[in-house]
């Protein structure tokens, strides 16, 4: 076996406000050190090509497909999961719209929405539309969708 494959590498990452540090090997995805190291299930596997979004998390506070990301490539960074967004005024919102049928793809898309916020406060209607075409459901006629993120950004 090559020294290459078997090598570990410390990464330290803020994983929804805790400090983790794991030892990990150059091609982990960080999608699956989520899921498998962490517990962190919330994040969901579509596609592992970056086509779905249903593995959006948020790096730094900015929207990001955990699939095409490495975990080494997160040392140093601060990671929220769905899990660190439970209770938030986003997840509250499309629970209120009942925006999602099986819900697979409901993480990822509270997920971006979450960082169109913070990239975007004061979203336009064209600005949340191409923002949303980075994440695929399935289920729905995305009509739930699209009420819950307008009121996610109405003022009220
Ligand atoms: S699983 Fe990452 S974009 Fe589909
Ligand atoms: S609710 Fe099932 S994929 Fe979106």
Known sequence: MSSYNSALYPVEMEINSEVQTIRIRAADI???????????????????????GSCTILVNRQPMK???????????????????????????????????Q?????PGFIMNCEGLRNVHPIADEETIRVWLESNICRCTSY??????VKDIFTPK
């Open 30 to 52: 960080l999608l699956y050190t989520l899921r498998d190291k962490f517990g962190l299930t919330g994040s969901k596997s579509g596609c592992d090509n970056g086509d779905c």
């Open 66 to 100: 955990s699939c095409l990301m490495l975990t080494i490539e997160a040392d140093g960074k601060q990671i929220t999961t769905i899990e660190g967004l439970m209770n938030s005024q986003v997840q509250n919102i499309f629970a209120q719209h009942q925006a999602f």
């Open 102 to 106: 099986c819900g697979y793809c409901t």
């Open 143 to 148: 009509e739930e969708i699209h009420h819950a």
